[in-house]
């Protein structure tokens, strides 16, 4: 069964270095998410992708965040200076059509010290 | 501020028994409602979607949309020890002019063997 993967599973980062999360969506979709998790909250919603450009993104995602789908497979989240409190799961996910349904990988989690 | 609301728990329900999950959403023009799963550290997996009012059933699991009173429930028949996990309601919210899901805090189910 196809699955969205990420890479890598936990990234630990000093604080003002940046990171890059990697996701391989389900190959015949065309959304890409990111959403984050912090420690014992819910799932938030950073960013949604599609046609090689963003469609939509929340409050969270500032100017220190980026996205880019730099080939025909990956999907890649950029934090550019990393804060304390971008300590998070991170969660890629794909769907094949709008508002259809969301598949999630597993996850890569951060942790800035 | 559109919420999608859940009782955190935890809901401990014996081995075999009916669990029934709940969950209150604010936005009326909501169309699309997903029920996720995720175990303790790992990613959200998708339960089941509904987007008409009225039951839907798939195995043990049955939804339940009601959009007149913007309610969302997830009934698990004959629980087992393994549906022990946080689950998860998520609504694609603004009248489906997005994407992006909403989702709530989770309910902590406790199936005891």
């Known amino acids: 069964e196809p699955e969205v993967t990420q890479t890598p599973s936990h990234q630990v980062t000093q604080m003002g270095q940046e990171v890059i999360l990697r996701c391989v969506p389900i190959?015949?979709?065309?959304?890409f998410y990111w959403y984050r998790q912090i420690l014992g909250q819910k799932v938030e919603f950073l960013v949604s992708f599609y046609n090689n450009e963003i469609s939509e993104k929340s409050e969270i995602f500032d100017d220190q965040f980026s996205v880019e789908r730099p080939d025909g497979s990956n999907f890649t989240l950029k934090i550019r200076s990393t804060k304390l409190e971008d300590s998070a799961m991170y969660f890629c996910?794909?769907?094949?059509?709008?508002?259809?349904?969301?598949?999630f990988g597993p996850g890569t989690r951060l942790l800035v010290l | 501020q559109k919420e999608v609301e859940q009782n955190s728990g935890p809901l401990s329900v014996p081995e075999g028994a009916i669990a029934s999950l709940n969950c209150t959403y604010s936005d009326r023009g909501s169309q699309s409602f997903f029920w996720y799963r995720q175990y303790s550290g790992k990613s959200p997996e998708l339960i089941m979607f509904i987007y008409s009012n009225g039951d839907k059933e798939d195995g043990r699991f049955t939804a339940q949309l009601n959009k007149a009173s913007q309610y969302v429930s997830l009934l698990i028949r004959d629980s087992q020890p393994s549906d022990s996990a946080t689950y998860l309601c998520a609504v694609n919210m603004y009248g489906g002019a997005t994407n992006k899901l909403i989702f709530g805090t989770g309910t902590l189910l406790a199936v005891q063997p």
């Open positions: 996910a794909s769907s094949g059509e709008f508002r259809e349904t969301q598949y």
């Open positions: 190959s015949n979709h065309l959304y």
